[in-house]
Each structure stands twice: as C-alpha cells, then as structure tokens.
C-alpha cells in the first residue's frame, strides 16, 4: 500500500534559524512528488513538482530535493509569514497520497 | 478569480441529514478530484472524475456517498444520513492534462460540522 510519512511533526524556528522537513515515501510507479503548504482554515497550495531523483526545485526560500525513498523540503533564513503545515503527497496513478504533514512556526 | 470554488464553505447539519456540496474547477481543467482532511492529518483521496466520468472511488468513499460531474464541468458530492465521523473538511481539486502528471489545484474546502 502506498505510504507517505513526514517527519518532525512539528517544528519551531527562529527568525532566520534553516531547516528542514522530511518527506519518506513508498508509492508504487511514482509519477510525482509534491509540496504543498496549508494555512488554518484553507485548501493546500501548490509549491513545487518533483519528478525524478536528483532534481531540485526552488522558490523564495524554499528548495525542493528528491532522492530514491524521500524529499526534503529545505527553508533558508525564514520568515513569521512562512508559518503554515507543509505537506507532502505522491502521485502513483491519479490520486495523492498525504503523508500528515508538518506544523512549522516561525518566531519573530 | 479563475481558481478553484467551492460551496458552501461552512455547514453545521444534525446527524441524519443529508447534505450536498458543490465545486467549480479552474476552466477547462478536464480531471476533478475530492478529497476529505480531518485535523491534525493530510488529505485523503475519495474520487476523481475525468470529465463526466468517475474512474476511482476509494474504499473510504461508503454508499452513503455519491458525487457527480453532470457534463464535465462543476461536480457535487453527497452525503446522505450523516453521521458524526462524517465531519471534516471536504476538499476539492482540479488538473489540467490527460497524461495525469500535472498539479493539482486545490478550493478552499468546505467545513462540515454533524451535531
């Protein structure tokens, strides 16, 4: 059965402290690997495809990485307004699968 | 605004009500998706229509629920005799392309509260 985890659950940074989030995925026939970002009360929004291992996607100051068996979704220098879950989803036919997501913080 | 709409955005219904939702995909995106996210967890599949036609239903997707694509545009989903464990927020997404490779685009989801 497909499955995407995400790892920490939660996560607290300071204003400008880098991190990153983890994404492990078994998702058969894998077509793509998506970030999304969701703040309270809203439908998720798109960040970033990727499609093969290797490849690499940037915006702001986010990146996007993907290997073999996971992504990482890497935050440089962040910001009180990138406080939101971050979630990770694979494509195998049609359908997303979610891992749960991340919880960031970001104190001023 | 050309995004994805979805209606209503609240309901609060009694146990045993039937209720229905509606969802207008970006334009001429010809794949629609539904998906249900309860707190604290990551949106899980229910269906997808490409066009008028329902080619997936997940296991989660019981006969008390049904959902529609009349002409291939905005689709419906039902839930006839709520129950409490219905409650959820109930999430609508759309793509563009026929090979199934392209984002999907979520609404702003619809909160369903069963007393």
């Known amino acids: 059965e497909d499955q995407v985890t995400q790892s920490p659950e939660a996560l607290r940074l300071q204003e400008g402290e880098s991190s990153s989030l983890n994404c492990s995925y078994t998702?058969?026939?894998?077509?793509?690997l998506f970030w999304y970002r969701q703040d309270p009360g809203k439908g998720p929004e798109f960040l970033f495809t990727?499609?093969?291992a290797g490849e690499e996607k940037e915006k702001e100051r986010l990146k996007a990485t993907l290997t073999k068996k996971e992504s990482f979704l890497h935050i440089t220098a962040p910001k009180p307004e990138d406080s939101a879950t971050y979630l990770c989803?694979?494509?195998?036919?049609?359908?997303?699968?979610f891992g749960q997501g991340t919880r960031l913080t970001i104190n001023p | 605004d050309t995004g994805v709409s979805q209606d209503p955005r609240h309901k609060i219904t009694k146990r045993g009500q039937n209720v229905t939702f509606r969802c207008d995909p970006i334009?001429?995106?010809?794949?629609l998706y539904w998906y249900r996210q309860t707190l604290g967890q990551g949106p899980e599949f229910l269906t997808y229509?490409?066009?008028?036609?329902?080619?997936?239903k997940s296991r989660l997707l019981s006969d008390r629920f049904s959902a529609e694509r009349p002409k291939g545009s905005f689709s419906t989903l039902e839930i006839q005799r709520t129950e409490q464990g219905d409650s959820a927020m109930y999430l609508c997404?759309?793509?563009?392309?026929?090979?199934?490779?392209?984002?999907?685009?979520f609404g702003p989801g619809t909160r369903l509260t069963v007393l």
């Open positions: 997404a759309s793509s563009d392309g026929w090979e199934g490779y392209n984002e999907q685009f």
């Open positions: 998702v058969s026939g894998l077509r793509g």
């Open positions: 990727l499609y093969s």
């Open positions: 989803a694979g494509q195998g036919a049609q359908k997303l699968v």
């Open positions: 334009s001429e995106h010809n794949r």
């Open positions: 229509f490409q066009n008028e036609a329902q080619l997936e």
